[in-house]
């Protein structure tokens, strides 16, 4: 949790700043540079934390067997992408349209569906895949329920 706490807080500053560009009354040029900038360095950070929160999702669902984690991280990547595809780059076009008149068609959000799809599709499959790796090399001990009476010796020693 404290991982996932700590990517959550990084990225949520680094995306405050892109929209804090976006309110600036400077340059509009600078503006723009700034925000592909910091926009830029929010999807690698993105990318770079969903990873790594991956393998730690996957060592907890290998030892404990338990895949919060994982599902967990998938709802951090699908917020995040949310916040970027849908409301910052809406923002950034608004931004655009005002400054620059420009006429542009926003395609971030069939971007970010798409990308939510795959990665839960990912996901999916990493559970799948890690869990039966799992079995195979840690199988779960299997109590005797019955040993039938013909195999017992005759004299009731075992």
């Known amino acids: 949790m404290g ?13 405050y700043l892109s929209f804090d560009w976006l309110k600036s009354i400077g340059s509009p040029a600078t503006v723009v540079e700034k925000y592909n900038y910091y926009s830029n360095i929010n999807w690698i950070f993105l990318w770079i934390s969903t990873l790594i929160l991956l393998v730690v999702g996957n060592v907890i669902l290998w030892r404990m067997r338990k895949s919060w984690a994982l599902w967990t991280t998938l709802l951090y990547f699908i917020f995040f992408v949310i916040l970027q595809t849908f409301w910052l780059e809406r923002s950034f076009l608004h931004f655009k349209q005002e400054k620059f008149g420009s006429d542009e068609f926003l395609f971030s959000p069939f971007f970010g569906v798409t990308l939510i799809v795959l990665t839960a599709i990912i996901v999916f499959f990493d559970q799948f895949l890690v869990k039966r790796l799992s079995d195979k090399m840690l199988p779960s001990e299997q109590p005797i329920e019955h040993i039938p009476e013909n195999n017992l010796p005759k004299d009731g020693t075992i």
């Open 3 to 15: 991982c996932l706490a700590a990517s959550a807080l990084v990225l949520g500053i680094l995306m």
